[in-house]
Every structure is written in structure tokens, then in C-alpha cells.
């Protein structure tokens, strides 16, 4: 039913990536999750491949940075389910119910669209803070 998609380029999305995979396993329906490493530093991929292990969940390392569209085709054409939840890999989830809340918006849908919650304050990381400030004064 459910294919949750994640292109992940050098940062440690284990904290996320099984916030996704408890709330998944909760709604009791058929999903996967799938991971595709854009071609991250060693340092990422060894922190990232514990996750490897979660049930339902396939892990992609590609070994040429491949770019952001590409990458999310490529996630797409590896789905199984019918429904496609795209996340970043530096994404939050904002509530306990967000995969709950996801399924039950695509009911008789063919796209939802969602967003982006961006904090208040800047990253400390300055690799990050470009997409900050754009992201908040859009």
C-alpha cells in the first residue's frame, strides 16, 4: 500500500528512519520503506547501514552522486505500493500519528501535496543554513 521513499546524502537519518518505521508498523498495513544513498561519505554510510537490518526496509547505496531529481525517480521506480510518501532526509516528523494521518489523507486522493516545518532558529550546522533561510522566507 505504502512506499515511504528517503534519498539521504551524508546525514545520519537513523533517529528518523525509525520514528517512520514504528509509526508504519502501528497502522497495521502493507508498507516499505526504501533508502537511497546518493553517494555519501564512508563516514554516513557506515552510521546509516545499521538500519539495514529494520523489517520492510530496502537500503540503496549508489556509488555516483546521481542529484536530487534523479535520485527520486529512481526511488520511485523501486516502489512496490501505489502510494508514494517522498521525505528528506533531513526531515522531522511533527506528531506521534503522521504516517496514520498520511494513509488516511490518500483515501480517494491521487496526490497530496504536503510541506516543510522549518525550526525558529538557524541550524549551527552552516552547511544547512542556506536551505534555512530560504526555506522559512518562502
Not at 563516514?43 to 545499521?50: L, S, T, V
Request: proline share 3%; with cysteine; net charge positive.
Amino acid at each position: 500500500m505504502l512506499s515511504i521513499l528517503i534519498p539521504v546524502y551524508n546525514f545520519d537519518v537513523r533517529e528518523f528512519i525509525k520514528e517512520l518505521h514504528a509509526q508504519a508498523l502501528k497502522t497495521e498495513k502493507v508498507f516499505e520503506i526504501i533508502i537511497a544513498d546518493d553517494c555519501s561519505a564512508s563516514k554516513y554510510r557506515q552510521i546509516n547501514g545499521e538500519l539495514e537490518n529494520l523489517e520492510y526496509l530496502t537500503y540503496f547505496h549508489l556509488n555516483m552522486n546521481i542529484g536530487r531529481s534523479k535520485i527520486r525517480n529512481f526511488l520511485a521506480a523501486e516502489a512496490k505500493y501505489g502510494y508514494l510518501l517522498f521525505a528528506d532526509c533531513d526531515a522531522k516528523i511533527p506528531n506521534k500519528d503522521y504516517i496514520f494521518s498520511f494513509i488516511n489523507e490518500c483515501k480517494g486522493r491521487k496526490v497530496v501535496c504536503g510541506g516543510r516545518i522549518y525550526e525558529t532558529s538557524p541550524p549551527k550546522n552552516k552547511q544547512f543554513q542556506l536551505r534555512w533561510k530560504y526555506g522559512t522566507s518562502r
